[in-house]
């Protein structure tokens, strides 16, 4: 008897917990009920109107879910960027200077996302800046071509295939070494940390530009500066993910040399292998702003107010008898608040893809991140090929990134998440 009281005091504080969120809630409906009756949403977005349903994006900043949401300094800037014409040559290299006040890296371009700075960053270590060079690629006869990829192969980098690089594979310190040759162009990791610095040293005893791809490294906005006192050769960030810039931007920071040689190699320069990744006034003024707005933001207020939306879905999945939620903060990128929601999958005869699947055919869709990938091209293996590796298992949980749920919504996604894990508890 005691046992039962004790479950049963701590299910009453658990809905203790979640009152006021379930009478806002309410509140809520009721408000969207009278808004449909005198007609104030009867026109919908710029997207609703195309047929096309507008997500609750749970899932992070995913292209395919259409990166992140631009901060309002963004959105403005890239207004007055379009109207007016420029020398985009120009433009980039008065960018470049601000990049390196703002980095003290010497030097930087925006790019087309964090892969057209993948494939700038390989023609400009593979033809520099001789115009014979960038007009030849991608053909590398004649040329330094290899690209060691430390760790293995990604699902990105054709990026680097597109400018001519061919590929060696190392997975240790010292396979990268016994891989440089006469060929050896540079040498491309994802790596941070102690792995990174090894592999800085390496590249430096033997004079190979090393290119850090980062995409996801902001937050926390530090790193735009830290791989600069590293002397980090190149290195890459996404523009359209934690930086909230325009979708269609990446950042490419390094040595200035090679900043400039990247330049010849990509738009608008005619015949130079990356012009077809164009990125216009807008993306460059768009992207640049979103870096000084990063680097005036109060962080901690911020990763607060992210804590807090997933702490409020908590509170309301955790009235679901069974039903366990953890919030933490992934350290390798993505950095934000997430919450992990977990159950008996088992025992509930209810799968992490059941749920996945039942919040993506909503309406509103939510979108959140489980087991599948819709964006991956099937034929494709991430990581390291490897004959021994055991079939991955699916996840046993549900993860919500806070970052991408915008205010509000999360009162939506805690009431549909608990509706949903109530329907399919087991008693």
Not at 80 to 98: C, K, M, P, S
Not at 168 to 177: D, H, M, Q
């Amino acid at each position: 008897m005691a046992n039962k009281s004790f479950f049963d005091r701590r299910a009453f504080m658990k809905w203790a917990v979640a009152a006021p969120l379930l009478g806002l809630i309410k509140a809520r409906e009721l408000f969207a009920t009278a808004a449909r009756v005198v007609g104030r949403d009867s026109h919908g977005n710029v997207y609703q109107r195309l047929g096309v349903k507008t997500v609750i994006n749970c899932r992070g900043t995913w292209t395919y879910l259409s990166g992140s949401l631009e901060w309002p300094e963004v959105c403005a800037a890239q207004v007055e960027a379009a109207r007016h014409f420029v020398n985009i040559l120009e433009l980039q290299r008065a960018v470049g200077r601000r990049l390196a006040e703002l980095t003290g890296a010497e030097s930087g371009m925006i790019t087309s996302g964090a892969a057209g700075a993948m494939a700038s960053a390989t023609a400009a270590c593979i033809a520099g800046s001789d115009p014979k060079n960038i007009w030849q690629l991608p053909d590398t006869s004649g040329l330094r071509h290899e690209v060691i990829m430390a760790g293995g192969r990604s699902a990105f980098d054709s990026a680097l295939r597109l400018a001519g690089g061919t590929l060696v594979l190392a997975f240790s310190p010292g396979e990268i070494e016994s891989a440089i040759n006469g060929k050896t162009a540079l040498i491309y990791t994802t790596h941070l940390g102690e792995m990174l610095h090894k592999e800085l040293a390496i590249a430096k005893a033997h004079r190979i530009p090393l290119l850090l791809d980062d995409a996801a490294g902001i937050p926390p906005i530090e790193n735009i500066k830290l791989y600069a006192r590293m002397g980090v050769d190149l290195y890459i960030f996404s523009g359209g993910k934690g930086l909230c810039g325009p979708q269609c931007s990446g950042v490419l920071l390094g040595r200035k040399d090679l900043i400039e040689a990247a330049l010849l190699n990509t738009n608008p320069y005619e015949g130079a292998v990356c012009r077809s990744m164009k990125v216009g006034k807008e993306e460059v003024i768009g992207c640049l702003t979103a870096i000084e707005t990063w680097l005036k933001l109060d962080s901690a207020a911020l990763y607060r107010e992210w804590n807090a939306r997933v702490q409020r879905i908590a509170r309301l999945v955790n009235t679901v008898p069974g039903v366990k939620t953890e919030i933490y903060t992934p350290d390798d990128g993505n950095r934000y608040p997430t919450l992990r929601v977990s159950w008996d999958q088992q025992g509930w005869g209810f799968r992490a893809a059941d749920c996945v699947r039942k919040l993506r055919e909503g309406n509103p869709v939510i979108e959140v991140l489980g087991p599948d990938n819709p964006s991956l091209v099937p034929a494709v293996r991430e990581g390291n090929p490897n004959p021994d590796k055991k079939e991955i298992k699916e996840p046993d949980r549900l993860e919500l990134v806070s970052m991408t749920i915008q205010p509000g919504e999360e009162l939506i996604v805690g009431q549909r998440l608990r509706a949903i894990l109530a329907g399919a508890r087991k008693p």
